[in-house]
Nanobody
Framework: QVQLVESGGGLVQAGGPLRLSCAAS????????MAWFRQAPGKEREFVAG????????AYGESVKGRFTISRDNAKNTVSLQMNSLKPEDTAVYYCAADRRTWAPIVLSAFGYDYWGQGTQVTVSS
């Protein structure tokens, strides 16, 4: 069992940066693929970024490529999302997710993830 706790959300002006963090419990964190998703009101949950267990494979959603960077620190059981050049359309609740399969490809669908955090609100003002 893994528990995920996100932090770092808040209100930011368009064009500004924000950094989200996800702290994970459990000794198997280093074997999991991790991802960030987001969900805006009335919309489906959207893949933002994913990273495999060794950080050798990373994927981004089209809408955030070139602006967001995902990283992880297996020694600290954390995964982070650095968000730059934020836009009002980035406003959403951001979720951290873990895929417990070992050596699996990064999954872009929310259905591929077994554990979820409670989410953190990111609001970008224009």
């Amino acid at each position: 069992q893994v528990q995920l706790v996100e932090s770092g959300g808040g209100l930011v002006q368009a064009g500004g940066p924000l950094r989200l963090s996800c702290a994970a419990s459990g000794r198997t964190f280093s074997t999991y693929n991790m991802a960030w998703f987001r969900q805006a009101p009335g919309k489906e949950r959207e893949f933002v970024a994913g990273i495999n267990s060794t950080s050798s494979n990373i994927a981004y959603g089209e809408s955030v490529k070139g602006r967001f960077t995902i990283s992880r620190d297996n020694a600290k059981n954390t995964v982070s999302l650095q968000m730059n050049s934020l836009k009002p359309e980035d406003t959403a609740v951001y979720y951290c997710a873990a895929d417990r399969r070992t050596w699996a490809p990064i999954v872009l669908s929310a259905f591929g993830y077994d554990y979820w955090g409670q989410g953190t609100q990111v609001t970008v003002s224009s």
